[in-house]
């Protein structure tokens, strides 16, 4: 079996201070769960016959969000959607990242077949995610905050959405360690992610989010949505990996509905690391003009 390097996601990059403000926000976690519905909290689903000890739990996620690119980055991918039934098609995208005091950032444009801008996004991750998104709205475009209530939106005609982009849940507070589990014939640690308040009333048919972090490598290999009594909604898969110079990245992610089988596919096509972005690329304002792509973008032979 290959060996899976230890994946250097941009969506997951987060600062030592960051960590901190997560540590003692998990002071709070009990008035957390007392303002979500509790009818409708999932329970933790232990892997052991005794509850795996919380402290180790909250290392091994503390370990999960430090992982980062050194320096910004620029990635091109084409977002395959794959209906079980019916035409498929593909959008291409582009991708500016970086890293701020609050954790990371990324800017994307999304254009269809005709390459006609589609949709264009900002996400800046971390213990309190904010994202927006660029409108071509009449007599000029605007630049509106994604909610609770629209993060979910499909972005760029995809089935897509900011929520799975930008990976918010990766950060949420809330959440209880299940233990050591197998996913794809590999060693995972597993958590149950709860949604704060409100997420979870925007959204009452998402209950939480099940992560599956590889045991060797503390990288993400599978994120579940889940519905109530645990019904699997979405599912999110890291499939495989590429090394760019002394550095892995990701290839591939699919990203599936569960009830329809439809399913989008997240592919990195070109990237180039180590690079250096003003820090005015990644303001709201910013989403309403155009930005060059950088020199230096290697083509990867998938």
């Not at 992610?253 to 569960?258: M, P």
Request: neutral net charge; proline residues 8%.
């Amino acid at each position: 079996m290959e060996r899976m390097p230890r994946l250097r996601h941009p969506f997951f990059r987060q600062t030592a201070g960051a960590v901190c403000l997560f540590l003692a926000g998990l002071l709070l976690s009990a008035n957390i769960a007392d303002a979500q519905h509790k009818g409708n909290r999932l329970k933790p689903r232990y892997l052991s016959n005794t509850p795996p000890d919380p402290e180790r739990g909250h290392e091994i996620m503390a370990q999960f969000r430090s992982l980062g690119l050194p320096g910004d980055y620029y990635l091109e991918f084409e977002l395959q959607i794959l209906p079980r039934t019916g035409k498929r098609s593909v959008v291409s995208g582009q991708m500016w990242g970086t890293h701020q005091v609050s954790g990371p950032a990324f800017r994307t444009e999304l254009r269809n077949a005709a390459d006609v801008l589609v949709d264009r996004l900002l996400g800046h991750n971390g213990p309190k995610p904010q994202s927006w998104r660029w409108i071509d709205t009449l007599p000029e475009p605007m630049v509106k905050e994604q909610t609770a209530e629209t993060l979910l939106d499909p972005i760029g005609g995809t089935g897509l959405s900011m929520f799975e982009l930008q990976m918010p849940f990766i950060h949420w507070n809330d959440f209880v360690y299940e233990g050591t589990d197998q996913v794809r014939g590999r060693a995972v640690q597993a958590f149950l992610m709860y949604p704060p308040a409100d997420f979870a009333e925007a959204h009452p048919d998402i209950h939480g989010v099940r992560l599956h972090l590889d045991a060797k490598f503390s990288a993400l290999m599978q994120a579940v949505f889940l519905g109530a009594d645990e019904t699997p909604v979405r599912k999110l898969s890291v499939l495989d990996l590429k090394k760019l110079g002394d550095q892995w990245i990701v290839k591939t992610i699919d990203v599936r509905d569960e009830q329809t089988r439809d399913k989008v596919r997240f592919k990195v096509t070109a990237a180039a690391l180590d690079l250096d972005f003003a820090p005015g690329l990644f303001e709201p304002s910013a989403l309403l003009y155009s930005v060059d792509r950088p020199d230096g973008v290697e083509r990867l032979p998938w």
